[in-house]
Nanobody, 117 residues
């Protein structure tokens, strides 16, 4: 099991930016994939971005060109840079890590992002 600790959520105005962080208890090189989901009130959890360690990164269409996933291998930390935020981006954001597939997935505790004027 991988422990994930998230930080960086908050309240931001439309058009603003936030960066979320997710620190893993193990080296990212022991993992198959990492990424972020989000869940808005009354809605199902949806994939925001998923990256294969050493491979490709895929974004949801709704965030493509606004959100950027990155990682700092030395810190075992991944980031989600969110720009030009919109009210519809309001959700709890969850970091995840797959050791060898979705059935080995670990989740962070979630961090609230609220986009409002």
């Amino acid at each position: 099991q991988v422990q994930l600790v998230e930080s960086g959520g908050g309240l931001v105005q439309p058009g603003g930016s936030l960066t979320l962080s997710c620190k893993a208890s193990k080296s990212v090189f022991t993992l198959l994939a990492m990424g972020w989901y989000r869940q808005a009130p009354g809605k199902e959890r949806e994939l925001v971005v998923r990256t294969i360690i050493g491979g490709t990164t895929k974004y949801a269409e709704a965030v493509k060109d606004r959100f950027t996933f990155s990682r700092d291998n030395a810190k075992n930390t991944v980031y989600l840079q969110m720009n030009n935020l919109k009210p519809e981006d309001t959700a709890v954001y969850f970091c995840f890590a797959d050791r060898s597939g979705p059935d080995t997935r670990s989740w962070g505790q979630g961090t609230q992002v609220t986009v409002s004027a």
